[in-house]
């Protein structure tokens, strides 16, 4: 009460709120007035913070911890009631008719859509220094990294959906990042820094989570800071924050207003994805799906969550992604004693969810409305034993993006569309000591995986498109065995869809597997080459180029490097390899015009 006469009437409401919710422990000691007086205002500057950033306050937060911790306590079930079972949705094979039927329809549908990167986690299960988008890159071919790669694919996509649908100038593809402290200044240092990779910074909206209040015990006691007892102790809340900052940012309502209609929600480190983009929003679109989850066949047991149909005793069903730390004990209790295994197909019956969702806007700004956002939470507490009375460490509200379809009527259309993994899914997650302990068989997701993934994809489409590529050998990089295929790369704007890259590849052409390709132009045309070494060929827009001939060079050959040795810089040591670039033919045409590389 001392204090009070520091506050503003509204921090007045708040500290009685926070009486009245029993936690005056994070007052009681304050020393008299006069003394410590800026770290007490400073304290419910961040009250106020916490109060406005979540949806409903923290009375509102306060109240769900403690229904969600006793629940934890009691071992309450939050599938109780429900039973699992495979669901039913489009499954999609790159590169045939139906899939190039609906890669078309999604290009045409590209210019309604909006993309959102969810990128305000540090990625401790990489232990990577830097924010992941930024410094790591998707391939060390040409060393793009994560950020170019997708606002040059966005911006690839706008160029493509206004030339098919004959449109006289561009509509601007809006591009949302969801940043936090961990991540804000560094991505829009990067962007700054690199003239947004050639988006208008207009285009792009930077919108930065808030940590939550963190809870000491099972009645939510909020936890003051160890390390100052004039704060609040925050950690993240998980990236199903996108959508209520996306909701209370006006973001959405500007989106309507603008005419978009579909919102692409996606994760930092996944090289592939734009290869199942355009395909995965034509079936959005075609088949009027309000939530749309992209998925991949999923071996039993791998880290990522499965698509499942949950069937309530009361009647209701719904499709949402399962964690794969519950879908396996939820298995067991209902009739699947062996759990989440593999069946004949050699994969889980349940889809892998890889987070990739697409929302048709209307619906889901409808939804948003009435909820603000606020996403079904869960709590994963470390207790200090059997009791659960007591926590080993300050624990907090979670929540995740693919749990929105949790509160939806029976009547919303969700659906989910399965893609191979090879063209979809490589993320980089995991550090080299983890991946090289992921069970044989499953995937690695590591920075070795992640770019050796790549290489493989490009190199299988060209295959598809009719150039003889050779097959990959094993290898082993900080102790996972990966197959490497020829390092191929090209620019979002060469290939951005299979039907881009068929129009560019003619004749009979040929790849050795110790082969690198590097294409960085839009007019680059194969006919009849023959490579076996290293070329790049880099255009400007207006030139058009024709490749062929024999190209023979002793290349860019792969050098080991140990994750350990600490000499070599950190984003090189984590993929465990690097180019010995020896000898290769490099190219470049910056004038406009028409030209021949004839090898
Ligand atoms: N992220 C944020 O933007 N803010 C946060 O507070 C936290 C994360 P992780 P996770 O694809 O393999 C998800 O940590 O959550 C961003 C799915 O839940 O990489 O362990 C972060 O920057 C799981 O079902 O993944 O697992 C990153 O871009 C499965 O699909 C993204 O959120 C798994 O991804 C994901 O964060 C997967």
Redesign the pocket.
Known sequence: HKNLSLLSPDQIELAKMLVAMEQSHLFTNWPEPGVDDGEKKAFFDQVTRLNSSYPGGLASYIKTARGLLSDSKTGKNPFDGFTPSVPTGENLSYGDETFMKFEEAGVKEAQNAAFV?????????LGYNGI??NTLCFQTTTGACFLQHYIENVLALQEASCKVTGGQSERDIPFAI???DD?HARTMQLLESNKYFGMKPAQIKLLK?EKVACLEDNDARLALDPQNKFRIQTK????G??HALLYSSGVLEEWQRGGVRWVLF?????GLLFKAIPASLGVSATKGYHVNSLAVPRKAKE???GITKLTHTDGRSMVI?V??NQLDPLLRATGNPDGDVNCETGYSPFP????QLIMELGPYFEELKKTGGAIKEFVNPKYKDASKTAFKSSTRL?C???DYPKTLPPSARVGFTVMDAWVA?A?V?NNPEDAAKVPKGNPY?SATSGEMAVYRANSLILRNAGVQVEDPVQQEFNGQEVEVWPRVVWKPKWGLTFADVKKKVAGSSSISQKSTLALKGRNIFIENLSLDGALVVESGDGAEVKVGGSVKNKGWAIEKVDYKDTSVPEEIRIRGFRFQKTEQLEKQYTEPGKFELKA
């Open positions: 990167l969810v990128a305000g986690g540090l990625g401790e299960r992941k988008v969801m940043t936090s991540t989570q993240p809340h998980g990236h924050d996108v996606f994760q930092d480190t996944n880290a990522i969550g992604n964690e794969y892998g969810n890889i987070n979670e995740m993006m693919q899914y993320p997650k997701h």
